[in-house]
């Protein structure tokens, strides 16, 4: 009995035969789906422990349990200082997925390309139910990596026409063009109150540390302007101002979590609209906020790692990628762990 392994190599070679194109718009097709579907399992709000120097690095586990076919588990550390101190991204995480009636060990995948991929389609998808149609200018606070994916799931389904980009470290901003050279946009790197007055949609996509936020003024923002927010994921650490939340419409992924740890850290409960997964059900209810402020609070939860776990194997499966090995031990003899097969 094997486990499907999909290595970093395996990673690079299905997105240079398939195309970046390929996997986003399978990426939001398929959460798209399970946004809408009646039963999608249950996805625990993440937990985990601060690491390493500081209070801002951290290792965190996102189960999703799919009762009587399988887990899928995420683990995934935030390291703010990896680019800069050891060239490693923000994000590193690795996914895993077990059969739920026996426990065994299915498939083990990079995590880091498709925690990028499935939390911008989320944006995507978020930003497609509450964001004017005609949206054109995209605005990005943060010139990371996560920016990248945001920028690509965006221009799937917006008819962008330029990114404006703001970034408290120069070099981030200027090397953006280049890293998204294959949408063919118009990009500018601008001031922050530039960008708040002509983006119709605004992604914050920042490590900005605990109690160092907001980073977003909000005094020049457009009447209707969607913001995605993707970087609060600790308590204490927040990008958007709360003022701007509390005269806006706010929809979060997963609200216990936001509420913890998101942009809804700032708010209560009674203040949220319906999470994102009731207004992809009744989209009706969000298309009529669209002429105001939008928010949505994305902490990213382990359903989404699960749908992008499947697309994963999918197109790997479809390409004949990847490699089959034994990793657990099964014994010949169940009851005796010193027999081999």
Not at 159 to 182: C, M, N
Request: hydrophobic share 40%.
């Amino acid at each position: 009995m094997e486990t499907t392994i999909l290595t970093r190599q395996h990673v690079a070679k299905l997105v240079k035969e398939s195309g970046n194109d390929r996997f986003m718009d399978r990426m939001i097709v398929r959460l798209r789906e399970a946004f809408t579907a009646s039963d999608t399992g249950v996805s625990p709000a993440r937990d985990g422990f601060v690491r390493g120097p500081g209070d801002t690095a951290i290792l965190e586990w996102m189960p999703h349990h799919d009762p009587g076919r399988s887990i899928t588990i995420k683990t995934v550390a935030y390291t703010p200082s990896n680019p800069t101190t050891y060239q490693l991204p923000t994000i590193i995480g690795s996914l895993t997925r077990y059969d739920d009636v026996t426990g065994r060990l299915l498939a083990i995948c990079d995590g880091i390309l498709p925690t990028a991929i499935r939390t911008g389609a989320a944006s995507a998808i978020a930003s497609g139910l509450l964001a004017r149609p005609d949206s054109r200018v995209l605005g990005l606070v943060g010139a990371g990596a996560q920016a990248v994916t945001q920028a690509h799931a965006l221009s799937r389904v917006f008819p962008l026409e330029q990114i404006l980009v703001h970034d408290i470290e120069p070099a981030h901003a200027g090397s953006f063009a280049d890293r998204v050279d294959f949408l063919g946009l118009d990009v500018r790197v601008v001031g922050l109150a530039e960008l708040e007055a002509a983006s119709d949609i605004i992604c914050t996509v920042t490590s900005v540390g605990v109690g160092e936020g907001p980073v977003l003024s909000g005094e020049n923002l457009r009447p209707h302007v969607h913001i995605n927010a993707i970087g609060a994921d600790l308590i204490g650490k927040i990008e958007v101002p709360r003022a701007v939340l509390e005269s806006a419409f706010v929809t979060a992924d997963h609200v216990a979590q936001a509420l913890r740890e998101g942009e809804c850290q700032q708010l209560e409960a009674a203040d949220l609209g319906p999470d994102l997964m009731s207004l992809c059900g009744d989209p009706r209810t969000a298309a009529g906020r669209r002429d105001r402020v939008t928010v949505f609070d994305s902490t990213g939860f382990a359903l989404e790692d699960h749908v992008a776990l499947d697309v994963f194997l999918e197109l790997a499966e479809e390409a004949g990628i990847g490699d089959r090995l034994q990793v657990e031990h099964l014994p010949d003899d169940a009851l005796n762990p010193y027999s081999f097969q």
